[in-house]
């Protein structure tokens, strides 16, 4: 079975600092791996999507990374803002077309 | 625009009552998903569909149904709902040809008392 861990599991940072999210999984055998952002309340909202041939993908101020063969993605954000607080989640897709959820990393950016 | 709608956005139920969650989409995806967010815990699988009249079970189906028969629209049901079932309830879509990953709706909070 899937797991998926997410470290660190809340983070509080000033405003401006670059930050890294880690996101690691036991089952290597994974199709695509999606990068969501949830706000309190809120829905999820897709930042980035690696695809199975794919190494990385960038958007703005982020960068996701993958690396299958060791289990683990990570999630760069640039130059942090007040306007990043939020949760952030990693789902790697399963061989049967599923995500797999790991717990999120709550970020706090303070202004 | 086009997504997913899910309806309603909030619910209150007393013990035992029955209800249905419709999620609609409209970008003629083949693969559709209910999922459970609890406090603190990831998103859950509770059952998925790989397309019209289909259905699956995901890792938490026990006292939920679900049916497929629009390809468009995934209905999920609890027909005695329990204190456990309070959560908040997410439908996504999937199509796996496109390969341009998943699109979630906002979300179903639901209160059995």
């Known amino acids: 079975k899937q797991e998926v861990t997410q470290i660190p599991a809340a983070l509080s940072v000033p405003e401006g600092e670059n930050l890294v999210l880690n996101c690691s999984f036991t089952d290597s055998a994974i199709y695509n791996l999606q990068w969501f952002r949830q706000d309190p309340g809120k829905g999820l909202t897709s930042l980035l999507l690696?695809?199975?041939?794919?190494r990385e993908q960038t958007s703005g101020r982020l960068n996701a990374s993958l690396d299958k063969s060791s289990g683990r993605s990570t999630l760069y954000i640039a130059a942090s803002q007040p306007g990043d607080s939020a949760t952030y989640l990693c789902?790697?897709?399963?061989?049967?077309?599923?995500?797999?959820f790991g717990s999120g990393t709550r970020l706090l950016v303070r202004p | 625009n086009a997504g997913v709608t899910q309806t309603p956005k909030f619910r209150v139920l007393k013990t035992g009552q029955s209800m249905t969650l419709l999620c609609a989409q409209d970008?003629?995806?083949?693969?559709m998903y209910w999922y459970r967010q609890d406090p603190g815990m990831g998103l859950r699988l509770i059952h998925y569909s790989v397309g019209e009249g289909t259905t699956a079970k995901g890792e938490v189906p026990d006292g939920y149904n679900v049916s497929r028969l629009k390809k468009q629209n995934f209905l999920l049901g609890l027909e005695s709902a329990a204190p456990s079932q309070t959560s908040v309830y997410f439908c996504a879509s999937n199509e796996v040809e496109a390969n341009y990953g998943y699109t979630f709706g906002s979300g179903t909070r639901l209160t059995v008392v």
């Open positions: 970008m003629n995806h083949e693969y």
């Open positions: 789902a790697p897709e399963d061989s049967s077309y599923k995500l797999i």
């Open positions: 690696i695809q199975s041939s794919q």
